[in-house]
Every structure is written in structure tokens, then in C-alpha cells.
């Protein structure tokens, strides 16, 4: 069965090129022209992957991505007209798992779509668990907890990037190294990925995430998790 993908754009010309190019990818396409629309179209059938602008009339894309987040880890990749610093990393901060921006070649897209889709498929190999902190991190279920409680919700993206930093204890990984692993590509990749969302773990990990004491910053080098 196809990957259905969700695509949120209120411009009719654009919404129409995007499906056009992804159903030419074999992808079933899904679409809406609002967030309010979205919302009702992701609770009928829920995609696979959710492709949302950024500027659309009414509930805006930030929105529409924190409540399908509040409800779903299923992917998100925002669509922005800017490569403004403020509007992508506020898109990551609401949920996003990555972003393309306007005007976007077709093929890119449809590579940033597989990527995402191939780290949402459980990898068979990922078998080890891992300690930390009082969380213990269950890969092949996919699980966050604290130990001997409650489990703690991720995205999809969020789990991976830990388990990467998981699997490497003590050990400092670069942005570009975090991206070709996690993120599946690292030619066209964003730095801004990483950071916000090691930002957002911090949130759910630390005690304090402004003075954290599992995942650390090494200063012109990238992150590593000491347990």
C-alpha cells in the first residue's frame, strides 16, 4: 500500500503542483487548504506524513503542526516561503521534524518524504537498551521512561537522535555526523535540525535544560550524551 501524504497549502496552484509531483513519486495524496481543514482530514484518515505550510489563513501552519503533534508522532515537514532563522526554527519548535522552503525542487521533497518514512519504520537491529539519568530507553519498543515509571513522549525524531547519542555514551558526534544518521541525508541538511531538537529533549530529560547534565553541548564540535 502507498504512503498517503497530507498536504496543508491554501494556494490552489501550488497545492495542485505538489500533488501532482508526489503522486509521480507513487505517494496517495491527501489534501486541505486550511488548519482547520487539516485537522478534520488527519482525524478521518491520519497520513503518513504531514506536509504543512507555514502562512495559511486561519489557524496558521504553527498551530496546525502543535495540535496534530499534541495528538500524533506522525511526521511533519513544514513548508515556509522564508528562510528566515525565527520562522524555521519556530516551525521545529512546534512539532516539525524538518522543512523545505519555497520555491522547492520536486525531487528534493521526495527525498526529505522517504527519509522521513524510512526512520518511522522500526530497525530491526536496534536491540540494546540503554540507562540513563533515570530514564531507561527501550529502542526496539520504541520507549522512553523514567525508571520504573512513566513513559515520556517523543516524536519519531526526537527518539532516534536520542538513541544515536544513546549508542554512543561519552562520545561527541558532530551536526553533520547527527544528520546523516538520524535525519537520512546530509547534503542538503540544516544544522538547525539538530538544535532544536536536542533542545527539546532537554526538555523532557534534564532536570534543568538550561544547565544540562546528560546531553551536552561540546562547543564548535556537536553533542554527546553522558550518562
Not at 484518515?45 to 502543535?66: K, N, Q, T, Y
Not at 527539546?200 to 546531553?215: C, F, G, M, S, Y
Amino acid at each position: 500500500m502507498n504512503s498517503r501524504i497530507l498536504v496543508v497549502e491554501d494556494d490552489e496552484r501550488i497545492r495542485s503542483s505538489m500533488r501532482l509531483a508526489l503522486e509521480g513519486e507513487g505517494y496517495d495524496i491527501d489534501e486541505a487548504s486550511s488548519g482547520e481543514e487539516a485537522l478534520d482530514r488527519f482525524s478521518a484518515h491520519a497520513p503518513d506524513v504531514a506536509l504543512i505550510d507555514l502562512m495559511l489563513p486561519g489557524m496558521d501552519g504553527f498551530e496546525c503542526s502543535r495540535a496534530i503533534r499534541r495528538q500524533s508522532a506522525v511526521p511533519i515537514i513544514i513548508v515556509t516561503a522564508r528562510t528566515d532563522t525565527h520562522d524555521v526554527v519556530a516551525g521545529l519548535e512546534a512539532g516539525a521534524d524538518d522543512y523545505v522552503t519555497k520555491p522547492f525542487v520536486a525531487k528534493e521533497l521526495a527525498a526529505r518524504i522517504r527519509a522521513l518514512l524510512r526512520r518511522a519504520r522500526p530497525n530491526e537491529e536496534e536491540t540494546t537498551a540503554f540507562s540513563f539519568g533515570g530514564f531507561e530507553l527501550l529502542p526496539d519498543e520504541g520507549v522512553l521512561r523514567r525508571t520504573g515509571g512513566d513513559e515520556v513522549h517523543c516524536t519519531r525524531t526526537e527518539f532516534r537522535l536520542l538513541c544515536e547519542l544513546a549508542a554512543n555514551p561519552n562520545k561527541v558526534l558532530s551536526r553533520e555526523q547527527l544528520l546523516d544518521r538520524v535525519w537520512g541525508y546530509d547534503y542538503f541538511g540544516d544544522g538547525r535540525l539538530v538544535d532544536v531538537h536536542i533542545r527539546r529533549l532537554r526538555t523532557k530529560v534534564e532536570d534543568d535544560p538550561a544547565l544540562p547534565r546528560h546531553i551536552l553541548t561540546v562547543r564548535g564540535m556537536g553533542y554527546k550524551l553522558v550518562p
